[in-house]
């Protein structure tokens, strides 16, 4: 009998029930979203769980909806494909369903879910960079207790989270709607679904927020070389600024995508595009 016919299935029908087999087994047990990152990792041989405990009879953490104080609210197992077409939020945060829509292909984007791609901290994903743009928060079940953390304190490091092993990701809850925003997806290959740069830009009253994905362990983000926007209309030349610091502040990976000096040089112009479609305070 091969380990894969030993693995143990647990379909909690409900988020108490998946929260207390998560605390007894803990670690052992690997928690399946949409599947179509474990899915890679088990056919490639990287990873043999015993145990898997699927959460899709969770009924509680699918859906989107818009609460009283504006906030957008996306469970954890709201797919991909109904983030990119759901109307509240292509009227809101029409930037957010664009970078959605930007991963991969229909089929992928049917089964890949809000709490997965962040969950797996992939470092070449497209919604991270967004969702950190748009300072949005994950929040964090167990029997515990619940807490929020923003997306730059989730994604520690390479398929890193801070997420505990008691933990559910449940929600993630991004502000009201942004004035501008806008996403960036720059692939390097014409086979590639994922990103070689990925640029997300806000901005919120005259306040700006860049952050660069794809290119390091996690999103990067400069508070300092934003402030270079100041809180009026961006002209070119300081969008070109902004570019240009972020590609020397950063300091890429090299990958099958792109070299190190490669990156640094799409950042560069990238950014700057990117800073340019939001001049507008
Ligand atoms: C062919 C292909 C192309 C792709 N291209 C892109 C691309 O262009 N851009 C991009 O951004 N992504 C891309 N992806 C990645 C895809 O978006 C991820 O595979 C997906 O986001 C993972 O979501 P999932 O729901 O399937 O997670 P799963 O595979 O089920 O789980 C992923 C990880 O997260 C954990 N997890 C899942 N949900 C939770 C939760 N609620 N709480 C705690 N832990 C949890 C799991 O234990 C696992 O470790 C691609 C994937 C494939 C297969």
Redesign the pocket.
Known sequence: MSSRERVEWLAPGDLDEALALLAERGAES???????????LMNQGFLEPTSLLS?QGVDA?RGIRVGEDGELRLG??TT?REVERDDAVRRGWPALADAFG????PR?RN???V???L??A?Y????PAMLTALDARAVLRSPRGEREVGIDELILGFYETC?ADD????EVRVPDAPGRAVYRKFRSRSTE???CVAVAAVRVGGTLRVVVGACAETPQHHPDVCALAGGGDIDAEVAREIGARYAERLEPIADSRGSAEYRRRVVAVEVRRAVEAVARP
């Open positions: 690997t928690v399946v979203a949409g599947g179509s990152f474990l899915g890679i959460l953490l954890a197992m991909h930007a991963v991969a292909s992928v089964q890949a879910t709490g997965g791609v969950a797996d992939d070449a994903s497209d919604p997420i933990e559910l990701l449940v679904d994922r990103p």
